[in-house]
């Protein structure tokens, strides 16, 4: 059974930095694809950044050269570096994988959720 675990949310103020974890328990021998999405009440689900089983990285435009996708390899750790905080960037942030290899920003593509982290950024 896959467990994924946020951690690292908060509150900043506009400007300030949140570094966003994901404790994943994978038990297996492919190396997932992950990602970070969120969403706030009342909106969809929005992909912020993914990471595939072979290095790729996207990014949604909004957090281009703010936001940083990265992974312990070792653990299938994932992190979500975040710079440059905006009031917009403020949500509920939610880790996915999936056994795919694919560097998916669509939410159907991920089979295991974690509970998510809360950020909010203040002005």
């Known amino acids: 059974q896959v467990q994924l675990v946020e951690s690292g949310g908060g509150s900043v103020q506009a400007g300030g930095s949140l570094r966003l974890s994901c404790a994943a328990s994978?038990?297996?021998?492919?190396?997932?694809?992950m990602a970070w999405f969120r969403q706030a009440p009342g909106k969809e689900r929005e992909g912020v950044a993914c990471?595939?089983?072979?290095?790729?990285?996207r990014y949604t435009d909004s957090v281009k050269g703010r936001f940083t996708i990265s992974k312990d390899t070792a653990m299938n750790n994932l992190y979500l570096q975040m710079n440059s905080l905006e009031p917009e960037d403020t949500d509920m942030y939610y880790c996915?994988?999936?056994?795919?290899?694919?560097?998916?920003?669509?939410?159907?593509?991920?089979?295991?959720w974690g509970q998510g982290t809360q950020v909010t950024a203040s002005s």
């Open positions: 990471l595939g089983s072979y290095g790729r990285t």
């Open positions: 996915a994988a999936d056994s795919g290899t694919a560097c998916a920003m669509y939410g159907g593509t991920y089979n295991y």
């Open positions: 994978i038990y297996s021998y492919s190396t997932p694809s």
